[in-house]
Nanobody, 114 residues
């Protein structure tokens, strides 16, 4: 069983930065791929970025070059550094851990607005 808790969301101006964290319970986290997804109001949840247990990363085209996903297995924590934020990045951001089962956090709201 893996429980995920996101933090770090908030209100930021366009062009600003935020760093999201995903704290995981359970030592098996290090064996799982970890991802970030987002859901804007009225839209479907979409892929943002993922990182494997070995550290390989993949990004959606819309965030490539602006967002960086990382993880610290010793701390059972994943991160999403978001730079050059745009209003269209406004969404609830969810952490995901994928292995034999998939787990989701409850999300953290990111609002990009002046």
């Amino acid at each position: 069983q893996v429980q995920l808790v996101e933090s770090g969301g908030g209100l930021v101006q366009p062009g600003g930065s935020l760093k999201l964290s995903c704290a995981a319970s359970g030592s098996i986290f290090r064996l799982y791929s970890m991802g970030w997804y987002r859901q804007a109001q009225g839209k479907q949840r979409e892929f943002v970025a993922t990182i494997t247990s070995g550290g390989s990363t993949n990004y959606a085209d819309s965030v490539k070059g602006r967002f960086t996903i990382s993880r610290d297995n010793a701390k059972n924590t994943g991160y999403l550094q978001m730079n050059s934020l745009k209003p269209e990045d406004t969404a609830v951001y969810y952490c995901n851990a994928a292995g034999p089962k998939a787990y989701w956090g409850k999300g953290t709201l990111v609002t990009v607005s002046s």
